[in-house]
């Protein structure tokens, strides 16, 4: 069965305190792997795909790389309003046509002054 | 350019009554999606369109969930009648041809459901 794990499950930093959040991934067919950013109250906010092993994307403060099994969210010196939920998901094709997304349960990220 | 719009916003209803969530795509976005977020959970998959026709609904309660996507744009999700267990944030998310290179869904804000 596809599964997606995100670890840890909540992370609290210090400002300026750099750190990574995990995802690993069974999945078969994997097309994408991709990186959201949700507020309390809001819905999820595209950040990054990657498609292939070694790839790595970077966002101001966010770098995203990607192995065969695994994802990393690195954080560099964090600020209070990187706070928030980071949701990974992996798409992988559908038997019948068309692709899908399988989402984590997310780390919740508390970044304090 | 605006985003994926829903309503309403919240909603509180009792068990075994009906309840129908809007969800308006961004403009161009031949896919839609609606997916059930529970607390503390990721977003689950219901239903994926493509225009006009159901692309995956292999985790819609069919018994009790229904959707529909009229002429390839507008979509509605109802609920009848609702459990307890359906209390969730319902989000609606849209993207480009998921066959082309670019598949980034963009979500709504959501539609939090409480059911009593």
């Known amino acids: 069965e596809d599964q997606v794990t995100q670890s840890p499950e909540a992370l609290r930093l210090q400002e300026g305190e750099s750190s990574s959040l995990n995802c690993s991934y069974t999945v078969s067919g994997l097309r994408g792997l991709f990186w959201y950013r949700q507020d309390p109250g809001k819905g999820p906010e595209f950040l990054f795909t990657?498609?292939?092993a070694g790839e790595e994307k970077e966002k101001e403060r966010l770098k995203a790389t990607l192995t065969k099994k695994e994802s990393f969210l690195h954080i560099t010196a964090p600020k209070p309003e990187d706070s928030a939920t980071y949701l990974c998901a992996v798409q992988f094709i559908l038997t019948g046509g068309g692709n899908k997304l399988t989402f984590g349960t997310g780390t919740q990220l508390k970044v304090e002054l | 350019e605006a985003g994926v719009a829903q309503s309403p916003r919240y909603k509180i209803i009792e068990k075994r009554q009906s309840v129908a969530f809007w969800c308006n795509p961004i403009?161009?976005?031949?896919?839609l999606y609606w997916y059930q977020q529970i607390l503390g959970q990721g977003p689950k998959l219901l239903i994926q369109f493509q225009n006009n026709g159901v692309v995956d609904d292999s985790q819609l309660p069919k018994d009790r969930f229904s959707a529909e996507r009229l002429k390839g744009v507008d979509s509605t999700l109802k609920i009848q009648p609702a459990k307890l267990e359906d209390s969730a944030v319902y989000l609606c998310a849209s993207s480009k041809d998921p066959g082309q290179s670019s598949y980034e869904q963009y979500f709504g804000p959501g539609t939090r459901l409480t059911v009593t």
């Open positions: 990657l498609y292939s």
């Open positions: 403009s161009g976005h031949a896919t």
